[in-house]
C-alpha cells in the first residue's frame, strides 16, 4: 500500500471528458449550484437507454432497513429560496424572481409525507407520500425531476416512472437525483456529464426519466450524491462510488485528470459503480496503513467530499480537504477513505454524520454534535472535529445541511443558523434572516418534527400533528401556493 494517495497511475479513457476549469470556494464553481450557466443542461440532447438486461431482485429489504429513513405520514413544512431557476445565480433580466424568499416556514400542499430529501447543492426535492410514491419539484433544467421533460416544477409530482415501486430513499446532487426501492434497486435522473448517473456511459447527457443504475451485486441500503457523483452502499457493508473523481472525492485513489493537450485537462469519470476497496490510517508523518475490517454503515457527501461510518463507529472522509472539511487537522484532498483519527476511541465513537457543502457534522456516541470545515464565507474554519457547545445537553433528532445553513430539530425545538447571505431557509422571520450562531426558532417550538432536509437554500421539514397540540399550531402556519 505505499503507493496509497499518490494519485499514480491515471489511464487515459477511450472516451473524452470534459475541460477543467481552477475551482476556488464559495463563489465560485466549487461551492455554487451553478457557475455562469454552465450546469445547464437544457440543450443536450437525450439518448435512449436499456438498462433492462440486469435483473431486478424479486425480494424486498427487510422491514428494518424500509423503515429506516422514513417516518409516520407527516405535514411538510417550506422555507427559504422558492424561485429554483435562480437558485445560486444572480438575477437578471432572464432570470427573475418567481416568488418572494419564505422567511417563515410555510405549510406546503394538503397531502402527507414519509420522507423529505435535497441536498446541499440542490434547488430541487424529492418527497415520499404514505403509499410511498415518489414526487419531486423544483429545478429541472437536466431532467433531474424524472419527469420526463425539463420543465421546473413549483409543487410535487408524482413520477409516472416510478410509480409501481415503493420508494424508501432518495438522494440529491447537483443536477441529477437517485431513488432508492424497497428492493435494494437504485433509479437515476438528470445530468449525466460527468457519469454520476452510473448508466455506463457519458454518451447520454441526460436522463429525463428514472433509469436503472448499471450495477450487480447484494442489494442496496442507502444512496447518497455529491455535486456531480454518488455514492451507494450496499447490504453487505461495501461502499460503491461513480461520477466526477476530481478530487478524490470517490475514494478509489486518483483524481482522474489527464491531459488532452498540452494546456487542457480532462477527467476519466467512472460511469459505473466501483466499489471502493482501500481504507486507511496516516500518522502525523505521513506513515500510511490499511484500516481492515471495515463494513460501512452510512455514507454522506458534500459537494465535493465524502465521510463514512462503519460498523465499528469509525469515521472514514475523503475528497476535497479545503476549510478542514475532512476532519484530518489538514487541507490536503484525500484520495482514499482515511480514518478521522480524532473519533477514534471508545468513549468518542461516532453514530451519525451529514456534509454541507463545505464542512461536515458528525454525533458521537454520547450525542454531543461535532463540526469541521467552515460554515461562514469568513473567519476561522475548523480544521479538525470541534463541539458545538451550544447544542450541549440537546437531544439531537434529525440534521438537515445546506449551503452554509444548519438546521436541527433537537427535543421540541427547531435550532439554527446560518452567515448572511441567507435566503429565509432558517424561518427565523422578516427582520433576523441570519445567525451566526444557534439560535432556537420560537414559532415551531413543539410543532413535532419528525424529519428534516435542507437544499441549497431552502429546509423542508415534516411535522407530526397526530397530538391536537401539535395540529393547533400548524393550522395556524401561513400557507405556500405557488
Request: net charge neutral.
Amino acid at each position: 500500500m505505499s503507493d496509497v494517495g499518490n494519485g499514480k497511475g491515471v489511464k487515459r479513457p477511450s472516451s473524452g471528458g470534459t475541460p477543467v476549469s481552477k475551482k476556488n470556494d464559495f463563489g465560485s464553481s466549487d461551492e455554487s449550484i451553478d457557475s455562469d450557466g454552465s450546469n445547464d443542461c437544457s440543450t443536450l440532447e437525450d439518448k435512449e437507454i436499456d438498462t433492462n438486461d440486469i435483473a431486478e431482485p424479486l425480494i424486498k429489504l427487510p422491514e428494518e432497513v424500509c423503515k429506516r429513513y422514513t417516518t409516520d405520514s407527516s405535514v411538510l413544512m417550506i422555507a427559504g429560496h422558492v424561485s429554483w431557476e435562480l437558485t445560486g445565480k444572480r438575477e437578471t433580466k432572464t432570470l427573475i424572481k418567481t416568488h418572494p424568499n419564505l422567511n417563515v416556514f410555510h405549510r406546503f400542499t394538503d397531502q402527507k409525507y414519509r420522507l423529505v430529501v435535497s441536498g446541499c447543492t440542490s434547488a430541487h426535492s424529492v418527497v415520499v407520500n404514505e403509499e410511498g410514491k415518489a414526487m419531486t419539484f423544483g429545478r429541472n433544467n437536466c431532467g433531474q425531476l424524472g419527469q420526463d421533460d425539463i420543465v421546473t416544477k413549483d409543487v410535487p409530482t408524482e413520477v409516472a416512472g416510478l410509480k409501481e415501486m415503493t420508494i424508501i430513499f432518495a438522494s440529491t446532487g447537483r443536477n441529477h437525483t437517485l431513488f432508492l426501492t424497497d428492493s435494494g434497486v437504485v433509479y437515476a435522473c438528470g445530468d449525466n456529464r460527468n457519469g454520476q448517473c452510473g448508466i455506463g456511459t457519458i454518451q447520454i447527457k441526460q436522463l429525463t426519466t428514472p433509469t436503472k443504475i448499471r450495477y450487480r451485486g447484494p442489494p442496496i441500503v442507502k444512496v447518497a450524491c455529491g455535486g456531480d457523483f454518488s455514492m451507494i452502499l450496499d447490504a453487505e457493508g461495501g461502499l460503491h462510488s461513480f461520477g466526477l473523481p476530481e478530487n478524490g472525492q470517490l475514494g478509489h485513489n486518483t483524481d482522474g485528470k489527464y491531459l488532452v493537450t498540452s494546456n487542457r485537462l480532462s477527467y476519466n469519470f467512472e460511469t459505473s459503480p466501483k466499489r471502493i476497496i482501500a481504507y486507511i490510517e496516516k500518522s502525523k508523518d505521513g506513515h500510511v496503513t490499511t484500516v481492515d475490517d471495515v463494513q460501512i454503515t452510512d455514507v454522506a457527501c458534500g459537494i465535493n467530499h465524502t465521510v463514512a461510518l462503519d460498523s465499528k463507529k469509525r469515521a472514514f472522509s475523503w475528497g476535497f480537504g479545503g476549510f478542514g472539511r475532512l476532519g484530518h487537522a489538514e487541507q490536503k484532498d484525500e484520495l482514499v477513505p482515511r480514518l478521522i483519527k480524532y473519533f477514534d476511541s471508545q468513549s468518542r465513537g461516532v453514530r451519525s454524520i451529514y456534509c454541507g457543502a463545505s464542512y461536515s457534522l458528525a454525533i458521537n456516541d454520547l450525542g454531543a454534535l461535532f463540526l469541521f470545515g467552515q460554515t461562514k464565507r469568513t473567519g476561522e474554519a475548523n480544521m479538525y472535529p470541534k463541539p458545538v457547545q451550544d447544542l450541549a445537553g440537546w437531544n439531537i433528532r434529525c440534521v438537515g445541511t445546506g449551503n452554509t445553513s444548519v438546521v436541527i430539530a433537537a427535543d421540541d425545538n427547531l435550532i439554527v443558523w446560518g452567515a448572511s447571505p441567507t435566503y429565509g431557509e432558517l424561518g427565523l422571520g422578516d427582520l433576523t434572516k441570519s445567525s451566526t450562531k444557534p439560535v432556537e426558532v420560537p414559532r415551531m417550538e413543539g410543532t413535532k418534527i419528525s424529519l428534516v432536509s435542507m437544499g441549497y437554500s431552502h429546509t423542508l421539514l415534516l411535522c407530526n400533528d397526530s397530538s391536537e397540540t401539535a395540529k393547533e399550531k400548524l393550522a395556524k402556519m401561513p400557507t405556500f401556493k405557488p
